[in-house]
């Protein structure tokens, strides 16, 4: 569980006892106005789908001067840290939430050539050249 996800957590057990009507009737407006704003942060301050490489990207944080994410995980999110302070948070419950990871490298067509497999070919030695192949000018 991330950030994210444990945020929505806590927002969702406040509605929880909103609808079993534990708090008194006065509140329960300004709680649910709450629970509203929080879940409109949450909606903005997401992982982005964007950046697959970048599996935790914070999709609210915009990118950087290079195109990149602010923000390389959600649980790193100013927005984010700040709203579960006011759900309680603590450093050891941060701490221990999971960091979302980029995605394995899908395994590619073994009958095509890489840029890497091309640079990582060995050069040609002279000596190694068909004579069919080396023309009027050839010098090994």
Known sequence: MDLHAW????????????????WPSSQTEGVRLRCDAD?????RHRLDPAFPAFAGACEGCGLDDWGLPSIESVND???LVDLAHAHGITPEILAGLDRTQPPEPQPRDSGRLSLGDILATPPIIPSQVPAALRGPRWKP
């Open 7 to 22: 945020i929505t957590q806590q927002v969702e057990q406040v509605e929880l006892l909103l609808d079993e009507n534990e």
């Open 39 to 43: 879940r409109r942060i949450l909606n």
């Open 77 to 79: 999110c100013p927005e």
